[in-house]
C-alpha cells in the first residue's frame, strides 16, 4: 500500500537499536516506547545471548557483524556503487584502521579462510559491510539508530556513517572508565563529551531520571585522593616479562607473579592444550606466536630509550592502548600517535621536551606495536622516551601538563590543577583548564598557556561537575556486571530501564517524525 507523503510524515519512529533493548538491563524500554507511541517499529542488534522478544526483527548479532558473516546472497552478488561508497569515503582509512583489532579475536585464526588483515581482505570486508546495511537500512525503514557505546567495531562505524549520508537520526550512549556508571549522549562522533545534547534530554525528563546523589562527585573525589597520596619519585612498578604474559594469559592487571600464580598458569594452560581440538590448536599457536612479537617489542622499547636524566621541564605523553575507542573513535587520524607526538614537539618552546612512555597494558593484552614504532617516535626532536615500568603518576606529577587523545590521564591530571591537551573527543573536554585540539594554531596556544600558566583551583571544577551531572545519566549498558552487592545492583537495574527510556523518548520527541 502506498501512503501520502502527509501521513508518512506523522507516522512514529523505526529505529535499530544496536545492543539496547535485548538484555535484563534493559528489558522492556522498546515495549515502553511502542505503547507511550515513539515507535512503531524495533529492528535490533543482539549478543547471541540476549532477549529478542520485544524486537520486530533482530538483523544480525555482535558475532555475526565481527567478519560480516551475514549470510546474506545480495550482499555476495552486488557492487557497491559510486553513490554508496560516498556515504564513508572520507572515512575509509580509519574504517581499515579499525580491523586492526580483528587481528586480535579468537576466531580469526579458526574461520575456513583465517583473517590475516591484508589490505584485500579489509577492503573485500567493508564493501560487505557497506552492502548490508544499506540494505537493512532501506528495507526496513530505519528512521533512526541508537547506539550502546561509541562505534568503534567497524560494522557500526559503517553503520553510522551511513546513516549520515541517509538523514538518519543517530543517537551514541557513551561511557569512559574514570566516570563509575555514567553515560553521556550525543548524535555524533565528534560531539562526544560535549553536553549540551545530554543535559537537554535530560532536563525535559528530571522528574523521571533515577540518579544518585555522590554520582560524578564521588569520582572527582576518588581521583583526587589517588593523586594526593601518589608519590614523588619515579619509581619502576612491573616491567613486562614475558613469563606473567603466560601466567596471566593476556589478561590487562593479572595477578602478580608468585610461585603459586606461575604454578596456576602452567596447569590452566596444560589443560586447555589437552582439550583442544585440531582447529583451536591453531590459535593456540598464534597466540603462541603474538607472546614471541610483544617480547620483540619490548625489547626494541628498550634500545629506543633516550639516555641520561628526565628534562627539568617537559610535556607527558603516556600512550595510548591500541586499538580501543579511544583513539580509533573519539581521534579521528590522531588514532596514529606519531602525529599527535609531530604536532606537539613542532611548535615545543627552547628548554621543553615530551616525555613518552608506552601503555603498560599493550604488552599485557599481547598487542605488539609495529617494528618501527619507536624509533619513530625518538627520531622526531625534542622527544624523550622512558621505560614502560615507570610509574605514570610520578610522571605526570614532575609534567607541566599531560598530552593525551582522550585517555583517563587527562582527567586525572585535572586534579592537580595542570593542563591537558587533549587531540580527540574526550568526556572532559569542557573542563577548565583542557584544549581540545582542531588545528596547529590550537596547538601553539595550548602549549604557551600551559608552560606559562597557572594551576587550576580545584574549587574552579564545581560548576563543570554539576553541569556533567545534570547532562548525564546513571546506567549501565556494558556486558560486564558482575561483583555488584545486591541492593546496587536493584538500583542500577532500575536505573539503566528508566534512564535510557526516559532519554530515548525526549529524543524522539525532538526529532521529525519517520
Known sequence: ISLPNRLIAQMPHRPLFVAIGGDTYTTGVITSLKDSGHISFAAGVVDETQRSVEFDQIITTFAECLFADYGNPVADNSGVSDDLFDAIRSEEGNILRQMDRLLYEPTASHREVPFEGTFDERRRLLFRHLLFWDLQLRKHRISAVAFHNVPHQVFDTILFYLCRARSISTLIFSSVGVFKDSYFMSETIEDLGLLNLGER???SRRHLIVDSNERIISDWQRVCSIVDA????????????????????????GQRLTAQT???GIVRRARRIALRSTDS?????????????VAAARRRELASLSKGDLPDRYLYFPLHFQPEASTSA?????VELREVVASITSALPEGVQLVIKEHPHQYEKLLPRPKNFFTSLVALPKTHLVDSSLDSAS???GSLGVVTVSGSNGFEVLATGKGVIAF????????????TIR?????????????????????????FLQRLRRSTILADLSDSRRGRPSDEDALMLRATQTNIRSVLEAWFEGLPRN
Do not use: M
Open 281 to 293: 590448536r591453531v590459535g593456540f599457536l598464534a597466540k603462541q606466536q603474538r607472546l614471541r612479537e
Open 439 to 463: 588545528s596547529q594554531r590550537d596547538v601553539v596556544d595550548a602549549i604557551q598557556a600551559i608552560c606559562n600558566g597557572q594551576p587550576t583551583e580545584r574549587t574552579q571544577y564545581s560548576d
Open 230 to 253: 601518589e608519590g614523588r619519585a619515579h619509581v619502576a612498578t612491573h616491567p613486562y616479562s614475558l613469563t606473567r604474559s603466560l601466567v596471566n594469559d593476556g589478561y590487562v592487571g
Open 424 to 435: 580527540g573527543s574526550a568526556s572532559w573536554r569542557e573542563a577548565p583548564g583542557v584544549w
Open 330 to 334: 573519539r581521534g579521528r587520524h590522531y
Open 201 to 203: 534530554l535530560c532536563e
Open 262 to 264: 606461575l604454578l596456576h
Open 395 to 397: 610522571l605526570r606529577r
